[in-house]
């Protein structure tokens, strides 16, 4: 039987995995320690953002779906929605100069 990761513990590792990179990352809203979905924001040197959400592609794999770059009061406009409509996600925002996102499953583009 397949068991799925905490949304508490992914978000620390997220969090861990950036720093011990270099990279700045906190969660910004925590939501259900066990089931909520986790959200990530990537923000670079050049106030732009991206948005990456969780997903499962054609393969029912978990992966990541990514928004266009845009500007930062975009994504937060976007994530204010995100938790309108679930108040149990989690939002974690890396800070980083290569504007990497240390997510560790695939990642689908738009």
Not at 9 to 17: G, K, N, Y
Not at 58 to 78: F, K, N, T, Y
Request: with cysteine; glycine share 6%.
């Amino acid at each position: 039987m397949f068991t799925r990761l905490k949304t508490e513990i992914a978000a620390q590792a997220l969090i861990r995995r950036a720093q011990s990179a270099g990279a700045f990352a906190l969660c910004l809203r925590r939501g259900d320690t066990d089931a909520g979905a986790l959200h990530v924001v990537v923000r670079t040197l050049d106030g732009q953002s991206r948005l990456y959400s969780p997903i499962r592609n054609m393969a029912g794999e978990r992966a990541w779906m990514v928004s266009d770059a845009l500007p930062e009061a975009d994504i937060d406009a976007r994530c204010a929605k995100l938790h309108d409509r679930d108040p149990d996600i989690w939002i974690v925002e890396v800070e980083d100069r290569q504007g990497r996102h240390f997510l560790v499953e695939p990642i689908e583009e738009r």
